[in-house]
């Protein structure tokens, strides 16, 4: 059975490629940190199937043990502190796990290695961020970076580290530049997320109005469950590549606000947004929208759900998952 480790395996993603790999037939590993994180506790209850592993990106020597006994396949680093209002407030602690974290781990497979008939196979988490102020649209594996947070340098590091890994030690090292991806599992700190959840707590009397920053950035969405999909395909050519994966589409936190309130039988949706200060960045990414030609192209990638499916998705799931929540408050159980 192929083997595979996952960090970053408690977030969104880790958990759809975790369940991806399982239906693959693959053994999963996940790399949780601390002493009873709370996080690896919840993901023994959802993914009972994946075996967890003690350690931390902040740690080389964790990382060496965690790939010394899981020995696996291929390696995909999700890890990261990746809420980038966050990282305007916690810079040095987003340089050392987002940008540094990913040079450790590449240390670690370097040392750990696999056997030379099977060497390890490596897949970086890069990001969309890092186009920031973009320099040509649509973005593509050639557009220059200028990222606008300390979450997007960090990531740019990361990007880079993971190509000159490749280059001087000949390492299988891909990097995949995924755009923005959502779903039902998103974390709640994310613009989509916290619009759907509020929405759906609006129209079932629980909650008033909801509170966000600019409405007129632009994001090219997509549904996280079709990425990770890409991911694995990136570690199963002959050759280690980066690629982009986007939808090719470009709307705004306005549009999704729009289409989420719509979707929930709500029309005058200005009569429950406010906007505070408190939301806006020291620097906004404006427009962003990828070019996935060359992941459709050699990986024969493409999504499967639309943005108003996305959109729909996720305002279904919270209508039921806080009414569920509501019934049970008010039934005491
Ligand atoms: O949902 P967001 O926080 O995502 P952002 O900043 O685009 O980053 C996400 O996508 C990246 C890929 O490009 C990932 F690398 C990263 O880890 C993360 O997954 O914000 C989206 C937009 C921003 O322009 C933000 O300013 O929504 C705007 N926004 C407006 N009001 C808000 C809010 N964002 C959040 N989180 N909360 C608000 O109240």
């Not at 369940?19 to 693959?24: Q, S």
């Not at 965690?66 to 396949?73: F, K």
């Amino acid at each position: 059975m192929p083997r595979a480790l996952i960090t970053g395996i408690t977030g969104q993603d880790g958990q759809y490629l975790a369940e991806f790999l399982h239906a693959r037939g693959y053994d999963v590993f996940g790399l949780v940190k601390g002493q009873n994180n709370p996080r690896g506790v919840v993901l023994q209850e959802e993914l009972p199937f994946v075996e967890v592993v003690s350690g931390d990106l902040q740690d080389l020597l964790s990382l060496v043990a965690a790939l010394e006994y899981s020995q696996p396949d291929e390696i995909y680093n999700l890890g990261a502190m990746s809420f980038v209002a966050l990282s305007f407030r916690q810079s040095e602690l987003t340089a050392n796990v987002t940008g540094v974290g990913v040079l450790r781990m590449l240390e670690a497979m370097r040392l750990v290695g696999g056997n030379d008939n099977n060497p390890m196979r490596f897949y970086q988490a890069s990001s969309s961020e890092m186009f920031g102020k973009v320099r040509q649209t649509p973005q593509n594996e050639q557009t220059p970076f200028y990222p606008r947070s300390p979450y997007g340098v960090a990531k740019v590091f990361g990007h880079d580290i993971t190509v000159n890994y490749r280059d001087s030690y000949g390492l299988f090292a891909c990097s995949g530049i995924l755009f923005n991806h959502e779903s039902p599992r998103r974390g709640i700190e994310f613009v989509t997320r916290k619009v759907t959840n509020a929405v759906a707590r609006i129209k079932l009397g629980l909650q008033h109005e909801l509170t966000l920053g600019r409405l007129d950035p632009q994001r090219d969405w997509g549904f996280a469950g079709d990425y990770v999909a890409a991911m694995w395909q990136m570690l199963q050519q002959d050759e280690p590549d980066d690629y982009v994966v986007a939808t090719g589409e470009t709307h705004s936190v306005q549009e999704f606000v729009e289409l989420a309130f719509r979707a929930a039988g709500i029309d005058d949706w200005r009569r429950y947004v406010r906007q505070d200060e408190r939301y806006m960045r020291p620097a906004e990414v404006d427009v962003l929208v990828g070019d996935p030609s060359k992941a459709a192209a050699v990986l024969g990638w493409k999504r499967t759900v639309t943005f108003p499916e996305l959109v729909e998705m996720m305002v279904v799931h919270d209508l039921e998952h806080e009414g569920r929540k509501a019934r049970r408050a008010t039934s005491g159980a």
